[in-house]
């Protein structure tokens, strides 16, 4: 019978109930199947043994950089990576060119992602007009198009006065706001971490300032008005710190950390290679092992891939004017193992619970779960498969890859959406 599935003998971790223990699970229409309510003759067996069978990763923060830049990656190319990557959701930024701050535009992204998708596209729309920071973005009808929280990604607004009346509405309209936080008259003109690298190199500092300022003006506003805060991207030491006491308070803040900023540091840029260059800027290594401290925790809810293409001629010019971004969503799992399950600051359930279950939940997205019942959004991950990165390889059109030639372990070797396989290696 085709869409009935049996994943024979892998390891079953779901977070969202505890369960980690050795078995079969079933798929049956789409949807995790009850075996004891199902005969099972004619099932397609998939053998899972020596795999990690989990609930299908999702990824908070994706530049499908549709409409606008197809050149760079497109909805079908975008979704296509993140299948290999293990995820079966991902939520689109909105900084494309027309950028999403009407109805009509995330209209046609959800069209196109249902006839282009191979996994499941969150749109997210914009905090203000043409993400200018000027005025306002219609929050009301972008919500009532199916966003999912409203966000600037790529940009900040600036005005304090407009951020409380955004964050007003925002939690009038109970959607969180995913915020870039970046002052931007502090890192201004920045291309890299202001440290004793910065200086070394030669190269425009940006200062940890830069994104601690907006954090903590952002926690602010957030307990002044009730709404909901996710910082994306953090990447200082001082960012953890201020989340860590405003979750104390109980301010409803969330936050998130990329994996290149769990696993490099400023040092990285000594050969000037642009695929090392993003925003915010990779930090020291102190601010690394605060942010693994961060993830340890629970200070930061979550691992994103912040997944950033960019066309290899706008990389290859002087470190100066390439583009800031890199890509993720095909190394994002095997670095994040690399960083915190090699280093054991985390076992398997655990980072399996920050690259599912919490994004689903801060987000209230289906998925992360493998409850009988739920829609089939699930990985198989061969946790001991050894391979090396290669960006020629990648599905996504980016090859802006940090992670070149790395060796890596552990991979997804299936990834299903709803009952259907949209990946397998
Ligand atoms: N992270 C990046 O370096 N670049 C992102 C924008 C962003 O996430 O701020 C992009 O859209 O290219
Ligand atoms: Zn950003
Ligand atoms: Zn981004």
């Known amino acids: 019978m085709s869409g009935f599935y049996r994943l024979a003998g892998g390891r079953i971790v779901d977070p969202s109930c505890g369960r980690d223990e050795i078995g079969d699970l079933f798929v049956a229409a789409g949807r995790i199947a009850d075996p004891a309510s199902l005969p099972q003759e004619s099932w397609e067996r998939i053998d899972a043994s020596g795999c990690i069978v989990a609930p299908g990763l999702i990824d908070l923060h994706v530049h499908l950089r549709e409409p606008g830049d197809p050149q760079k990656e497109t909805i079908a190319s975008g979704t296509r990576a993140a299948a290999a990557g293990g995820f079966t959701a991902v939520v689109a930024m909105p900084n494309t060119r027309p950028p999403a701050d009407q109805p009509n535009t995330i209209g046609w992204i959800r069209e196109r992602a249902k006839e282009q998708g191979a996994v499941r596209v969150y749109p997210t729309g914009c905090l203000s007009e043409g993400r200018k920071g000027e005025k306002l973005a219609p929050l009301g009808s972008l919500r009532a198009a199916g966003v999912v929280a409203f966000t600037d990604d790529g940009g900040c607004i600036q005005d304090a006065g407009l951020m409380r009346r955004v964050m007003e509405y925002a939690a009038m309209l109970g959607l969180p706001i995913l915020e870039h936080c970046e002052e931007t008259s502090v890192s201004g003109g920045g291309t890299m971490h202001e440290g004793y690298w910065s200086t070394v190199l030669g190269l425009r500092g940006w200062p940890s300032l830069a994104e601690e300022l907006i954090v903590s003006r952002d926690i602010l506003l957030a ?159 061969d946790p001991n498969l050894e391979w090396i990165v290669d960006p020629q390889a990648f599905l996504s059109r980016g090859r802006n890859s940090p992670f070149a030639g790395w060796e890596l372990r552990g991979r997804a070797i299936l990834t299903m959406v709803e009952g259907k396989i949209v990946w397998r290696l």
């Open 223 to 381: 307990e002044l008005t009730g709404a909901r805060l996710h910082c994306q991207h953090l990447s200082t030491a001082g960012s953890v710190r201020l989340v860590r006491e405003a979750k104390r308070r109980g301010v409803a803040v969330s936050a998130e950390v990329t994996p290149h900023h769990l696993a490099l540091t400023d040092g990285a840029l000594v050969d000037y290679d642009t695929n090392f260059k993003m925003n915010p800027p990779l930090g020291s290594e102190a601010d690394r092992e605060a942010l693994l401290e961060g993830i340890a925790d629970g200070t930061i809810d979550l691992i994103a891939s912040d997944h950033a293409p960019h066309c290899s001629f706008e990389k290859e010019v002087e470190f100066d004017r390439a583009p800031f971004g890199v890509v993720g969503l095909e190394t994002m799992l095997a670095v994040s193992a690399d960083a915190l399950v090699k280093t054991k600051i985390l076992d398997w359930p655990a980072l399996i619970q920050r690259l599912s279950t919490v994004p689903a939940r801060i987000l209230g997205l289906p998925g992360g779960t493998l409850t009988a019942g739920a829609p089939a959004d699930l990985v198989v991950i």
